[in-house]
């Protein structure tokens, strides 16, 4: 089951924590080891949490703009077989916005 970070934790470690999720739904990709609930999971408490999301968006918007990319990429290639609508919906909002937000500090969202 996985394992909510809290905040304070997350501020000690850097603010990786939402990075190394969107590594480990990097790695479903080759060993499927991921159910759906995970993945609905880390959207809603990562991408999707308020306080979450604007604590990424402040710290590091990279690791939220991985993450929903990720999450958006796993549903695409039907690794995240049966997500719910309003989740994708939410996911893409999240996406547009942290890739607005990297641009506005001159940066640009990485492509991989």
């Known amino acids: 089951m996985l394992a909510r970070i809290d905040l304070e934790r997350l501020t000690i470690c850097d603010h990786s924590g939402a990075q190394v999720f969107a590594n480990q739904l990097a790695f479903d990709a080759t060993a499927q080891i991921m159910e759906d609930w995970m993945y609905e999971e880390v959207a809603q408490q ?20 991985a993450v929903a990319e990720r999450l958006l990429e796993a549903a695409q290639r039907k690794m995240w077989q049966a997500p719910n609508p309003e989740t994708l919906d939410s996911l893409k909002e999240t996406y547009l916005e942290s890739e607005t937000a990297l641009e506005a500090r001159g940066e640009t969202a990485r492509r991989a």
């Open 46 to 65: 990562y991408a999707l949490d308020p306080v979450m999301r604007e604590f990424l968006q402040e710290s590091n918007p990279w690791a939220l703009n």
